[in-house]
């Protein structure tokens, strides 16, 4: 099935820096969602963005809505150890009740 | 308030046995997911409930695989006869009403075919 492309597909950084990663679409979405899932576990929902050009934080991340809805960032700032994991944007789009995932970020903290 | 359960966590069997796993959504949540996730993929809609109905199956393949939601609360999805191939992660995820951006997602159960 379709998968969106995120970039880059791993992170290797150190303690406290800043991280910034990307997802993109071929096609328009009117949502887009931020997942983490850490090992052994299902995907957590991070950020929900619903306007394009939306811009929303939650406690060190940001995300946004890109302008032509068919990307969104999202940024980690001061990344602390339990920052680790693999990171899934998400798209939906009216009319296709489904949710298209990305292939993935993984962020590893090098000590 | 419990989340989506999942079990079991873990299975192994050989190739061409039957293999059942089940879900637990939470209280409340009408629409319930199973999805697949392949090793270094992102999850991947296998069938999607409404109560007990199920309203996209399309990604759903039929020779092997069937699920079924009995009384629009728990959930079981079956393959039989497992392949090599259909080593993965089968994640079940819940929502209340249709709203597709509030999913919770279950741990999962890791199925490993030999």
């Known amino acids: 099935g379709q998968q969106l492309n995120q970039s880059p597909q791993s992170m290797f950084i150190q303690e406290g820096e800043d991280v910034s990663m990307n997802c993109t679409s071929s096609s328009i979405f009117n949502t887009w969602l931020w997942y983490k899932q850490d090992p052994g576990e299902g995907p957590v929902l991070l950020i929900a963005?619903?306007?394009?050009?939306e811009l929303t934080s939650n406690g060190r991340l940001t995300a946004q809505f890109g302008i032509t809805r068919k990307d969104s960032f999202l940024n980690i700032s001061a990344s602390i150890p339990s920052d680790v994991g693999i990171y899934f944007c998400a798209g939906h789009s009216f009319g296709n009740e489904k949710l298209t995932f990305g292939t993935g970020t993984r962020l590893t903290i090098i000590p | 308030e419990a989340g989506v359960v999942q079990s079991p966590r873990y299975k192994i069997i050989e190739k061409k046995q039957p293999v059942a796993f089940w879900c637990n959504p939470i209280s409340g949540h009408n629409t319930l997911y199973w999805y697949l996730q392949n090793l270094g993929q992102g999850p991947e809609l296998l069938i999607r409930y409404e109560n007990e109905e199920a309203v996209d199956d399309s990604q759903l393949p039929k020779d092997r695989f069937s699920a079924e939601r009995l009384k629009g609360v728990d959930s079981t999805l079956k393959i039989q006869p497992a392949e090599l191939g259909d080593s993965a992660v089968y994640l079940c995820?819940?929502?209340?009403?249709?709203?597709?951006?509030?999913?919770?997602f279950g741990p999962g159960t890791r199925l490993l075919v030999l």
């Open positions: 963005l619903y306007k394009a050009g």
């Open positions: 995820a819940s929502s209340f009403g249709t709203s597709e951006e509030t999913q919770y």
